[in-house]
């Protein structure tokens, strides 16, 4: 009967060492911080936890819902770039309402190490009227965050944030109009981005002001809307008021939107595209 013998982990020897002893190489610790010593996973974890934090924080990378600070996949994508992962979309598929996407997270040298599925679908409330390439990369955008947060939720907990990624949360879905927040906005959102932007300064800022409210409401009410509106009404009445007459605290301001020019309306077109794409309008 003939045996047949395995070896499992060995180092070659070449011509001229025969009778040398076989080395044996112990294998490579196979998680993310290169050890096998538990507690100097937990120290490397909270170093790039540490430096994530700050990234965060800086980049305005999360969303605070309901009080609580959740990660957005850029935010995601940072730490995985971190530690050596990459998140790799790996097939889609068209449902008969909407996108179905696969994404893997894989180690530099090509090794799976998590993966998700994940869906956007017309049934959804804010997707329902979208196009077919919205729904597309919402449901890849939310298979990369939900594979990403499979491998990395616990350095997301040591930063100190929610581990479900922002992408998850219930506001991207719906759009909510109860008595807390009233009815949605529903006037015309090209004039309300350019008054979100004349009223911060530039686009980046008008952008990072309706996520904020979205973040915290899950859609842009009426009021809210109204409040900026004349908030940039009384930013341009105090701004052409002569300095040597003083301010009457107690008249009305006038509200008149003033006429936006040709450059300012296209490019609150495509910033309302933007934000209708981020479920923010």
């Known amino acids: 009967m003939t045996t047949t013998e395995t070896v499992v982990d060995a180092t070659v020897i070449e011509d001229g060492q025969a009778g040398a002893e076989l080395v044996h190489q112990p294998a490579a610790p196979a998680n993310l911080f290169r050890t096998d010593d538990p507690a100097e996973v937990v120290s490397r974890a909270s170093a790039v936890a540490d430096a994530l934090k700050g990234v965060l924080v800086k980049q305005k990378l999360t969303s ?7 990660v957005r996949v850029e935010g995601l994508q940072t730490v995985a770039t971190m530690v050596g992962l990459t998140p790799v979309t790996t097939g889609t598929r068209r449902l008969d309402n909407g996108f179905e996407a696969t994404c893997e997270v894989r180690t530099l040298d090509g090794r799976v190490v998590g993966a998700a599925t994940a869906m956007c679908t017309r049934d959804e409330r804010t997707w329902a009227k979208r196009d077919d390439y919205a729904l597309l990369s919402m449901a890849q ?3 990369t965050a939900k594979a990403l947060r499979s491998v990395l939720a616990f ?7 929610e581990t479900t990624p922002a992408e998850e949360m219930p506001h991207q879905d719906t759009e909510p109009t109860g008595p807390v927040f009233g009815p949605a ?4 959102k090209a004039q309300l981005m350019v008054t979100l932007e004349r009223l911060v300064g530039d686009h980046e800022q008008a952008m990072a002001v309706a ?11 009426a009021v809210v809307a109204r409040a900026l509106q004349r908030a940039e009404s009384a930013r341009r009445a105090h701004n052409s008021r002569p300095s040597d007459i003083p301010v009457d605290v107690g008249q009305p301001v006038a509200d008149v939107e003033a006429e936006p020019t040709e450059e300012e ?3 609150a077109e495509a910033a309302v595209e933007n934000a209708k794409q981020e479920g923010l309008l």
């Open 211 to 221: 996520r904020t409210v979205a973040s915290e409401a899950g859609y842009m009410p």
């Open 155 to 161: 350095v997301v907990s040591l930063a100190g944030y």
């Open 64 to 70: 605070t819902i309901s009080g609580r600070e959740y």
């Open 185 to 188: 906005f529903s006037g015309d």
């Open 265 to 267: 309306m296209a490019a």
């Open 141 to 143: 955008t939310r298979a």
